[in-house]
């Protein structure tokens, strides 16, 4: 083992772990330790190992083929199939996109004190495209570099969180390695669905099997192969294991603040700290539900303004950082299902549109209710698409034909 070799293999993994950090994470992060405490928190550790697993796969794919998953679609696959497949990875991407859309939104009005609204902090992030393409120009290692930064803000940010809450260690113990939910119902079960659907991304599986072809590795050498395999697997956990961490952060912080609250007792406190939101809670005795936007103003309700700033730097953090992972996944599904090369500019500008104008309509028409209730949406659809992207990884690396003497056994 060689720390240096290491080194020399880590980024692609950090790229991929993004996926595990995005808007839409956090919102399903945030809701199941509203709604079920610590009870949800094996589901999560579950989902990210079989994440793992089905990364590991896609790199590996990569890796013995030197072909991304989307070529090995084009190679495998007749035309009809592959339409479909292409058409539904798209989905997933601009559904994806929309999240960080919505996510950047609520951040930026947070940040701002309401002064921008909504629909102001949508086309704030259609300067991301721009920002994003500039950096790629720098080469992928600065751009691995500047989104190793972007994690490392997620994790002071909601590790702040974590430290002021101050979650109870024992129910947090218990949640992880019980695999069981007393007194749980359809809300909890709905929860522990979600949590599954946000966790694992089908277009990752494309994306990480084309990251890994960023580093050469000499495909005759079957050692050479075996190695790039090892580090790219330990890169892979050492990553998600991170991206692990943070998710934890979010789901106890809430589990411990505001599990069994109900909106008349966040009104009340709201109200006497003056907050601006305290009307955003109907003073009901109806059980308190919480989202993105929510979840920063009931944080600075019990704990502070800071508690509502760092959070909202958080979301910000992880919107932009969803950004280029989903160009990035745009452009190796398009050139690998269709053949097709676009410039980097206009792909980005295209899913860009695509993501941004529904998500405009809702921001201008509507609340903010709505712009939250269309990524619980997103979150489902996301778990509609996985088998457009598991089947054909799990069936070419099991295939001798595909990865030779790699074939997965199992």
Request: charged residues 15%; glycine residues 8%; proline residues 3%.
């Amino acid at each position: 083992f060689s720390f240096r070799k290491l080194w020399a293999f880590t980024g692609p993994g950090f790229l991929m772990s993004i996926a595990y950090l995005d808007p839409g994470n956090i919102e399903s992060d945030l809701q199941s330790g509203a709604v079920a405490g610590f009870k949800l928190l094996w589901v999560l550790l579950l989902a990210t190992i079989i994440g793992l697993l089905l990364q590991r796969l896609a790199a590996r794919l990569g890796v013995v083929t030197g072909l991304h998953l989307a070529e090995v679609c084009h190679r495998q696959y007749h035309k009809v199939p592959r339409i479909i497949l292409w058409l539904m990875v798209e989905l997933a991407i601009i559904g994806s996109d929309m999240q960080e859309v919505i996510g950047s939104a609520i951040a930026i009005n947070l940040l701002s004190v309401g002064r921008i609204p909504l629909w102001g902090g949508v086309l704030i992030t259609i300067a991301d495209t721009f920002v994003f393409l500039f950096l790629d120009k720098y080469g992928l290692r600065k751009l691995e570099a500047f989104f190793g930064l972007l994690i490392t803000i997620m994790a002071l940010t909601f590790g702040y969180e974590y430290v002021t809450v101050k979650p109870n260690q024992e129910k947090l113990l218990q949640g992880l390695f019980i695999p069981y939910c007393q007194d749980c119902g359809t809300p909890q079960l709905e929860q522990a669905v979600g949590i599954v659907g946000a966790v694992i991304m089908p277009h990752n599986m494309y994306l990480h099997s084309a990251l890994v072809k960023s580093r050469q590795v000499n495909r005759a050498d079957k050692r050479e192969v075996r190695e790039a395999n090892k580090y790219f697997f330990i890169e892979s956990c050492i990553a998600l294991f991170v991206s692990f961490i943070i998710n934890i952060f979010v789901v106890t912080v809430f589990a411990e603040a505001f599990f069994n609250k109900t909106n008349a007792d966040v009104s009340q406190v709201c109200a006497n700290y003056s907050s601006p939101h305290s009307s955003l809670f109907p003073n009901n005795s109806e059980a308190l539900e919480v989202d993105i936007y929510k979840g920063g103003v009931v944080l600075g309700c019990y704990f502070g303004p800071a508690a509502l700033y760092i959070w909202a730097i958080g979301i910000l953090a992880a919107g932009q950082s969803s950004t280029m992972t989903g160009t990035y996944s745009g452009q190796f599904v398009m050139e690998g299902f269709l053949n097709l090369r676009w410039s980097r500019f206009a792909r980005v500008l295209l899913t860009r549109s695509i993501a941004i104008t529904p998500t405009l309509f809702v921001a201008i028409f509507q609340d903010v209710e709505h712009l939250t209730g269309m990524n619980d949406f997103l979150n489902v659809l996301m778990s509609l698409q996985l088998p457009f992207a598991l089947i054909p990884v799990l069936t070419f690396t099991s295939q001798a034909s595909v990865m030779h003497d790699f074939a997965n056994g199992l």
